[in-house]
């Protein structure tokens, strides 16, 4: 049987999340194999530490949830967070300019953030959120994979190591299957993370069929607890 386990980030990013919720949260993911664990930056230190004598990685969010602010200061965040010990970013893109299918200044962004980080921790993973769902809303077919395509361009120049749907918090909405296979389409040698909505098992595997190699839930537990009474191979 597949296991999902090991594709899961299993993640906590709500406003009012705390210490104890992300530390529960690593409980979570050492015991059910999880890749990583996904918290706000206030707590990558404290899941460093927690996670050291495990194989699951350290994953922290910049410019989170709007992606709003200057690159340098998504660069600044990113390379605070991989001293304090992430092994991993999920870094949210400046949506109007992937709107706009201008990917060479997405490109100028991402490559700004990976430069930094990477400045730090070489090897450090890196996942921009594109919010797919906003990129594909009262879009007509060919501008919506025309978006999509261009942000993965951007991210593939930059040399970004996943593009990844969601932040779940845009009104537009999460991950969807649609999304997802217009990534991998155009993702070329990255990867493709989907994220936002995934609450059930079979919403992961629906994610994964599309071509989605990591996932980002908040529902982790519950999915792979599911999984054990699923047929079809997972």
Partial sequence: MFNIAPLIDHTILKAEATRDDAMRLCDEAIQHGFASVCVNGIFVKDVREKLANSTVKTCAVAGFP?????????????????????????????????????????????????????????????????????????????????????????????????????????????????????MKKHAGPMKVKASGGIRTLEDAKQMIDAGADRLGCSAGVQIVSGQGEAASGY
């Fill in 66 to 182: 709007l992606g709003a602010m200057k690159p340098m200061i998504k660069a600044i965040e990113a390379t605070s967070l991989v001293k304090d010990g992430a092994d991993e970013v999920d870094f949210v893109a400046h949506l109007p300019t992937l709107l706009a299918c201008d990917a060479e200044a997405a490109r100028a962004e991402f490559a700004e953030l990976a430069k930094a980080a990477r400045s730090v921790l070489p090897g450090v993973v890196i996942k921009v959120i594109i919010e797919s769902a906003a990129l594909m809303k009262d879009a007509d077919e060919a501008l919506c994979e025309q978006r999509i395509a261009a942000a993965c361009q951007a991210a593939q120049a930059a040399g970004i190591d996943f593009v990844k749907t969601s932040t779940g918090f845009h009104p537009a909405g999460g991950a969807s299957v649609k999304a997802v296979t217009l």
